[in-house]
Structure formats: structure tokens, C-alpha cells
């Protein structure tokens, strides 16, 4: 006797297995706990997003007591600083909606958990947990304890090796060989030739084909039947549906068929519609792999990295090209990009940009330090214990925390249409078969056949992501690299720029820098230029490569103020270097409206400035004029505005001039803009604008061989692409525009292709063809529309 489904797995309960709780059906005791655990937390809208999501949970004590040695959690985890911990989980359970919400919100059901993040294509989470309150194997026990036990294998933890699944090819293979047989077996019948031989063993021949096209049928094809059942269960309809259903159509018609000797059937178009398919599926898989690896390993964003050489000579290096052993010094505010061990004494590290609370962590010389934490203070030295991972530190920079919420428009019409494709298919699929069943019955399931395959929302699916990833990957090598594939979306809604001028529209390498004041002794240069040393702002950078080299000691009490200037100290005499009003200069009110300057000030006695002649970007004024034709540009500045008057020679008249802001006024006029109704674009150094960068719709920040990015901006420019910022924003508008053109393409392709099935003009085999040429012809019309646009200067 059947009795009801699971309401927390959807398995079929045998009437006398049911267990009853809280008004509802579970087939376990382990359904039954997992339900009571999610209501203990008030959970249950876990079953809101889909009917019946869960796993049943498995006893798995004792499984995971291997968790409790050091040095097995020490190769799992992601990072370990103090009771932070983060790791990275395989769960193959994941399979939808309500399998994301549950895992991202393990923080209500464990209060030592503080944020978890689901990657959907990998099945992997990544746990930020309190190591006091909760161990890593009590987590393991959590994840099991719901349903969603992780796959952890040590013997990929200590060799590096990663379980590649090959079932795809398997399949794939398969379904070649049984459809080159089938083909090969059929000739004789395609072409009616009348043969004694022939004519004898056409039922030995027959039954030969119905066996080769057993396995093309309950292995190759099985994914889609699998797809198609979950998707039944879940009252969520795919695109699956209609192609099991079709296949399973074709191979009970194929045996009747066989068995009445009304003819050889379909076996031979069922075995090529399995193969085409397969292969159509490896096509897009292969792609979306290239796609990911150009993303990850190629399109890596710049950050450069001071090495101490050998001869004790700094030289500043691309960070891939970082080695184990190397030495290197690390400035206030710096990333730290690879795992090693600290030198230098003392020193505050923030790692918010791991886990996202901005609380600095100290450390002692022969501590361990973690890629990823920001060095906080004066110079520091360290040692590399590992080469970067560059797709971890992607990974970092595509941290959610860091995300902004945007509206992804074109996601929302692609779910729209695969959520309605389906029943329409199956609503024409009947209405053709229920016309043609009445004209001619062999018609009739041709028609319904050729319906259900012919028709593919698969392209309209793959118009945005394959668009966006090629457009992803052209931008990376032109070195204008984005933190994913939204922030294109977002470009080609921008209408306001906003600039910052010092370390953007001016270069940190060129400039002409006059001292003006009492002179200065070669100790105070001394002590000068090794406060400079820990600091990356662009004017103390240029001040530092124009300072004479000197010895190296050891600052003391080092601080950057931000938008003031920086201060230390050696041998208990102070060094003030900044603004005017940082260091109290004479004559405040005069000094004030020069062009911009450093201010010296040591152990209470003004010394004098350093004039700084800013150098603008090559290619500024034709970038600007350029701009000014699509967008307003405004340009913010925290120096005074003895400037303006060269800027104005140099930009459009109606470029907005803004001096004298400090970092949270930035920020606060970003927000204006934007209550406003503008689409704002920021666009500075990453240091002192990182507030603005992360308040702007869209932030990019401006590399130049510095160690130095915010992780709220949204991408990162080359400097020496600067003067091109105008193409790229015409690139990202031309993208939605090849979207928009691809729409309209799958849509012809799908309306052209059902005419033809509806009215019985479409062999089964055919569409088959047919169904995966139109998912290449579109990744291919992407590829070669956005390579066209991109190409266009």
C-alpha cells in the first residue's frame, strides 16, 4: 500500500512506515529531526522555495573523529588567525533554491558560525566560523546533522590532486559507439534492398539494433531523466522535461514497432538524438571551463609587490612573479598577497577583507601571516612561505561582503522565459500530436517527437553569461580587470563620472618636485625619506623616488592620517609631513592656495614644502573631451585649488572643479549625486577614496605598480590604459546590445523550428541536429560579435 511523500525529502512513504509529526508525513527519523531543527530556528521558510528540497540526515558519528588532529584541520582550512577560521566545503547534496538559503543561514542555527557562502556551480560553502565556540568537526556534524553531510577527502587535501567527473564523456562515448553500430545495422533498411541473406535475419538484425540502443537509452540519457524527475517533484519545470520525454516517446514507439514488424522504428534517430545532444552539453560545459580558467588564472588583477632583493635593493615586481623564500617589505595599508612569516617586530594586521570584520589583528615577529590582511603602521618585512593563489585572492575580491546589490536585468528575463518555455512546449507538443493523430498516427508522433526536441531555451539561456564572460575576458586582456560579470551591466548604465585628480588624472611617476624652505640636513633627509617609506600615497611615493637613496632605520610610532598627511618618529625626534594644516605651516592662509605641496615639519620646527608640478595622464585632455559627450564629469580634489586654473586650460569648460574635500566629504557627495537619480561612476586610487569607490554605483581604481586596491571597488585600470576608459564603457554598452541581438536570433531560431515540427516538415533526427547547432551558432555569434565590437578603437 503507497501512502504519502516525505514533506521534508518527497521520497513515497509505505503506508505503514509514516511517521506523523507536527500535522506533516516524513518517511525517517531523520527527515522528522532535520524539520525539527529548522523550526527550532524558525527556518521553515526553507520549504517555501521548493516542495519537498531536503536529504534525509545519516548517522554519521565517529565518521569525521579524524577532525579532531591538528594538523589534518590546519590542511583543510582556508585561514586561521585567533579564533577566526574559514573552510571550504564540497556538498553534493546541493541541488537547488532552498539548499543555498538553508546553507547561508547556518548562522541562525549555530551561533559560532558567522557567515557561510554558497558557490551553486562548484557545490562548495565556505564557512566563516569562531574556532572557540564551535570546532571544525562539530560543523561537519551540523552540516551532516540537516542533510547536507560534506564530501571531505584527505588524500586531495595532502597531494592536491581534485576528482575530476568524467560521467559526461562516459556517456558520451557510449552513445557514439551504440549510434555509429545503429547507423551502420540501419543502411540496408534505409535504402530497401532485397537480399536473401537480408531478407532472413531482418528480425536477428532488428533485435541486434534494439539491443545497441539499450544503453544509448538507459545510460547515456539517464541525466535527463534524472533532471526531468527532480524537476516533477519540485514543481519547477525545465527544459529536461520534454527531451526525456521525447526520447522515452521514441523508444516504446521504436519497440512496438519492432515487435508488431511494423518497421525498424526510430532506434537509429534516438541513438544520434542522445549523441548530439551529449555532445551539445560537452560543447557549453567546455566553454563555460574556458571561460572560468580565463577568469581566474589570465584576467588577474594587477597587484605589485616590493622585493628585497639579495644586495638589499627594493624593486617593486608583478605578484605571480613571487616566489617561496622571497623577502618583502610591505607598506601602511598594503595587501598582504601571499602566506609567510613576519620579520619585523610588531605589527597590526586587518583582515576584513578575508572575513569582513575590521578588527586588527597583532603580530610578533615569526608569526605566521595570512594572504589577504591589509599591514596596518609602519613598513614591515616578511618571508614567503607559498607562491600566490590567484584565484583565491579573485576569490577574496568577489567576496559578498564586498558585493553591491544591483538589479541583474537581463538574469531576470532569462529565468522568465525558461520558467514559461516549457509548458508552452508541452501544450504545442500535445496540440500537434492531437491534430496528426487523426491525419496520419506516424505523423503524429514524428510531429510530437521533432516538437519536443527542436525547441531550446538553452540558447536564450546562454545569451547574458556567455556574452558577459567573453566581454569579461577581452576587457582582462586589455588590463581593465572587473570583479565579475554584473559590473558590465552596471557600466553601461553610468551618466556621471567622478575623478579623483592626485594618484588618478595625475601620475605618481612623473613629476617635477622644487624644495622650497631652510634647508635640510642629509640626517633629516635621512629620517624624511624612511617615514615616506611606509606610506603609499601617491605624492609621498613620488617624494620618496625623488629623495637621494640613504641608509635604511627603523621609524618608530608611525601613523597615517587620512587626508592629512603622516607622521614618525626616530631617536625621539618627530616628523610631521602632510598638509598645511597637518603641520601648522606660517603663513597658513597663503600656503593654502599654492599648488599642491608636502609640508615638513621636524621635532616642532617648520622646515619648508615640497612643490609638486603635477605631470596629467597621457591622452587626458582627448579622454575628457570625449567623455564629456555621453557623460557629466566632475573632477574631486583634497588638495587646495591652486590648480584650477591649469586644470581648466586642460578639460572641457563644463567639467566641475571641487577642492579641498576630505575623504568622507567624497563620499558624501557620491551620495548626493545619487539621490538624485544618477547612475555615478567613481574613478580614484583606491587609497583615501576607498568610502566613495565603495558608495559609487560603479568604482574603479587606478593601478600603478602599487600593492594597493579597496575591495568595494569594482574594478581595477591599468594606469597605462587610462586615456581608453571612454572605449570601455562603449564596449560594455555594445555588450547589452549583442545580448539583446542574441535574443532575437534564439528567438527566430525557436519560432522557424517549431513551424517546421508543427507541421510535420521536421525528421526527429533532424532536430536533433538541429538542437545543439543553435546553442554553438549562438555562442559563436557572441563570440564573434563581442571580438568585433571589441576590436572597434
Not at 537509429?268 to 574556458?290: E, I, N, P, R
Not at 635593493?313 to 598577497?337: A, F, H, M, T
Not at 558577459?468 to 554584473?486: E, H, P
Amino acid at each position: 500500500m503507497i501512502g504519502q511523500s516525505c514533506f521534508h525529502c518527497g521520497l513515497t512513504i509505505p503506508e505503514n512506515k509514516i511517521i506523523h509529526f507536527d500535522q506533516k508525513d516524513f518517511c525517517c527519523k531523520g527527515c522528522k529531526t532535520v524539520y525539527e531543527i529548522f523550526s527550532l530556528h524558525n527556518l521553515t521558510s526553507y520549504y517555501d522555495f521548493e516542495k519537498s528540497p531536503g536529504a534525509s540526515a545519516q548517522d554519521i558519528q565517529g565518521k569525521y573523529d579524524f577532525l579532531d588532529n591538528e594538523s589534518i584541520i590546519s590542511k583543510l582550512l582556508e585561514f586561521q588567525e585567533g579564533n577566526k577560521a574559514i573552510v571550504s566545503l564540497n556538498i553534493p547534496n546541493v541541488h537547488c533554491s532552498s539548499c543555498i538559503w538553508i546553507l547561508e543561514n547556518l548562522n541562525k542555527i549555530e551561533t559560532g558560525i558567522s557567515t557561510s557562502e554558497v558557490n551553486f556551480h562548484e557545490k562548495k560553502v565556505r564557512i566563516t566560523f569562531d574556532s572557540n565556540i564551535i570546532s571544525l568537526k562539530d560543523v561537519v556534524y551540523l552540516l551532516g546533522s540537516i542533510g547536507y553531510e560534506p564530501y571531505i577527502s584527505l588524500e586531495n587535501y595532502e597531494t592536491g590532486k581534485t576528482n575530476v567527473d568524467r560521467s559526461l564523456t562516459y556517456k558520451l562515448g557510449v552513445a557514439f559507439f551504440c549510434f555509429g553500430n545503429i547507423m551502420l545495422l540501419s543502411f540496408p533498411e534505409y535504402f530497401e534492398i532485397r537480399e536473401f541473406w537480408l531478407d532472413n535475419y531482418k528480425p536477428f538484425f532488428r533485435f541486434l539494433i534494439f539491443i545497441l540502443a539499450l544503453p544509448s537509452f538507459l545510460y547515456s540519457a539517464s541525466g535527463y531523466y534524472i533532471s526531468a524527475y527532480h524537476s516533477i517533484k519540485t514543481r519547477m519545470l525545465n527544459i529536461d522535461i520534454p527531451i526525456a520525454l521525447g526520447i522515452i516517446v521514441m523508444f516504446i514507439r521504436s519497440t512496438y514497432d519492432m515487435l508488431m514488424d511494423n518497421g525498424p522504428g526510430f532506434f537509429d534517430s534516438l541513438a544520434s538524438l542522445v549523441f548530439f545532444m551529449l555532445l551539445g552539453k560537452m560543447f557549453q560545459t567546455k566553454t563555460y571551463s574556458f571561460l572560468s580558467f580565463e577568469r581566474d588564472f589570465k584576467s588577474y588583477f594587477p597587484i605589485a609587490v616590493t622585493r628585497i632583493n639579495s644586495d638589499s635593493s627594493e624593486e617593486s615586481v608583478p605578484v605571480y612573479d613571487i616566489e617561496k623564500g622571497n623577502r618583502l617589505l610591505i607598506r601602511n595599508q598594503e595587501l598582504i598577497p601571499v602566506d609567510g612569516v613576519l620579520i619585523s617586530e610588531k605589527v597590526e594586521i586587518d583582515y576584513s577583507f578575508v572575513t569582513g570584520e575590521a578588527v586588527p589583528i597583532t603580530k610578533k615577529s615569526g608569526d605566521k601571516v595570512f594572504a589577504g590582511g591589509k599591514q596596518i603602521g609602519k613598513v614591515i618585512e616578511m618571508e614567503v612561505l607559498h607562491s600566490v593563489s590567484q584565484s583565491y585572492l579573485t576569490q577574496l575580491w568577489s567576496n559578498e561582503i564586498f558585493q553591491k546589490k544591483v538589479f541583474q536585468k537581463h538574469k531576470t528575463i532569462t529565468d522568465a522565459i525558461s520558467r514559461y518555455f516549457t509548458p508552452i512546449l508541452l501544450l504545442i507538443a500535445f496540440a500537434g500530436f492531437g491534430y496528426w493523430i487523426f491525419v496520419e498516427a506516424n505523423t503524429a508522433f514524428t510531429v510530437f517527437t521533432a516538437v519536443l526536441i527542436v525547441a531550446c531555451p538553452c540558447a536564450l539561456a546562454l545569451t547574458a553569461p556567455f556574452t558577459f564572460g567573453n566581454v569579461l575576458r577581452i576587457m582582462g586582456k586589455q588590463k581593465m580587470y572587473l570583479k565579475n560579470a554584473l559590473v558590465i551591466e552596471q557600466l553601461a548604465k553610468v551618466d556621471t563620472i567622478v575623478f579623483d585628480k592626485t594618484g588618478t588624472i595625475t601620475t605618481n611617476k612623473k613629476s617635477n618636485i622644487i624644495y622650497q624652505g631652510n634647508p635640510l640636513s642629509d640626517e633629516n633627509n635621512i629620517v624624511i625619506k624612511n617615514v615616506l617609506r611606509a606610506s603609499n600615497h601617491p605624492l609621498s611615493r613620488m617624494l620618496y623616488d625623488f629623495l637621494p637613496e640613504i641608509k635604511k632605520i627603523r621609524i618608530d610610532d608611525f601613523q597615517e592620517i587620512t587626508g592629512k598627511g603622516i607622521q614618525g618618529s626616530f631617536d625621539n625626534k618627530a616628523v610631521q609631513i602632510g598638509s598645511a594644516t597637518f603641520v601648522t605651516a606660517p603663513d597658513l592662509e597663503t600656503v593654502e592656495t599654492e599648488k599642491t605641496a608636502l609640508h615638513i615639519k621636524i621635532d616642532g620646527t617648520y622646515y619648508g614644502r615640497f612643490i609638486f608640478e603635477n605631470q596629467y595622464r597621457k591622452g587626458l585632455e582627448k579622454l575628457f573631451v570625449d567623455l564629456s559627450q555621453n557623460y557629466q564629469i566632475k573632477v574631486l580634489s583634497g588638495d587646495n585649488d591652486g590648480e584650477r586654473p591649469n586644470l581648466e586650460t586642460i578639460l572641457p569648460k563644463n567639467t566641475q572643479l571641487i577642492f579641498n574635500q576630505k575623504p568622507e566629504q567624497k563620499l558624501n557627495y557620491i551620495k548626493q549625486l545619487q539621490e538624485k537619480g544618477l547612475n555615478v561612476m567613481m574613478v580614484g586610487d583606491g587609497l583615501n577614496d576607498a568610502g566613495a569607490l565603495a558608495q559609487s554605483n560603479i568604482g574603479i581604481s587606478i593601478s600603478e605598480n602599487v600593492n594597493v586596491f579597496s575591495p568595494a571597488c569594482d574594478a581595477i585600470l591599468d594606469a597605462s590604459e587610462f586615456s581608453r576608459l571612454d572605449y570601455f564603457l562603449k564596449l560594455s554598452q555594445k555588450s547589452i546590445r549583442i545580448i539583446k541581438m542574441s535574443f532575437m536570433l534564439s528567438l527566430l531560431y525557436n519560432v522557424v523550428g517549431l513551424g517546421f515540427a508543427i507541421t510535420g516538415n521536421l525528421l526527429p533526427l533532424v532536430a536533433a541536429i538541429i538542437m545543439p547547432l543553435s546553442t554553438i551558432t549562438i555562442v559563436s555569434f557572441v563570440t564573434l560579435m563581442s571580438n568585433f565590437y571589441a576590436n572597434q578603437k
